[in-house]
């Protein structure tokens, strides 16, 4: 049912490129943030400047993964080293704390200006799937997870949620590890085996994958089908829908 396998209870869901569009305004606001940081490096070293590749760079170092843990990959990536500064560097600030609170005002400022788009699709199939006594769970590396979900209106459609600020809390691990799936899992008191994960990162996937659930579905955006099984999608669609499709034939 719902191109799940027998014996699915749960589904559990990425929120931003899964549920909500918000995937795009991530990527436009890492793309400022480092180009910045990128420019005004390339100033005082001397060397030259390489932009932020915000199609390769973005899905292999930051797509998916707690904000700190994308700076630090991408970085690191670069062979550049900076400081970690603290939770207060004023944003911009030359320290892992402070490019990532750069981009953290990035993201809040395009979605006051853009408002949250949700992918119609998703929203489809989550109600389907709860109709059927389906439990859901909304599982992102955000730490904006429930302003998203409040401001599109989606907050009731999930049963638990396991965001960027609970991990933060509980000591959980980001993605790719798979600890913030499974405890979405727990929380619903169920398995990994009696659960599906919908992620459209590559980080993601390796989440699922890494964490044994009943299957792992990539959801394609962006035209990366490819990586997404390479990095433990079972199946890829490019849009939820035609998972209720291939239930009605
Ligand atoms: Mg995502």
């Not at 170092?61 to 500064?85: A, H, M, N, Q, W």
């Not at 638990?160 to 619903?188: C, H, N, Q, S, Y």
Request: net charge negative.
């Amino acid at each position: 049912m719902f191109g799940l396998p027998d014996g699915v209870k749960a589904c559990l869901f990425d929120m931003d490129g899964v549920v909500t569009q918000t995937a795009i305004v991530h990527a436009a606001a890492w793309k400022e943030m480092f180009d910045e940081f990128l420019s005004a490096h390339a100033r005082s070293t001397g060397t030259q400047f390489v932009p932020f590749d915000a199609h390769a760079e973005y899905d292999a170092c930051v797509d998916g993964k707690p904000r700190l843990d994308g700076t630090r990959s991408f970085l690191e990536s670069r062979g550049i080293e900076l400081p970690e500064g603290t939770p207060d560097d004023p944003p911009g600030t030359p320290t892992v704390y402070g490019l990532s609170n750069r981009k953290n005002d990035l993201v809040l400022a395009k979605l006051a200006a853009g408002g949250v788009q949700v992918y119609e699709g998703t929203v489809t199939y989550i109600r389907s799937v709860r109709g059927k006594g389906i439990s859901t769970a909304i599982v992102s590396s955000s730490a904006n997870t429930k302003q998203i979900l409040d401001s599109a209106g989606l907050a009731d459609l999930f049963d638990v949620r396991v965001d960027g600020l609970i991990a933060k809390e509980r000591g959980l691990r980001g993605k790719p590890a798979p600890d913030t799936f499974l405890a979405a899992a727990e929380e619903l008191h169920l398995t990994a085996a009696q659960a599906a994960v919908f992620e459209d990162a590559l980080a993601g996937v390796e989440a699922g994958r890494a964490g044994h659930f009943a299957r792992v579905i990539g959801v394609d955006r962006v035209g990366q089908a490819e990586e997404l099984s390479q990095h433990g999608a079972d199946v890829v669609v490019k849009d939820l829908a035609e998972l209720l499709d291939k239930d009605a034939r």
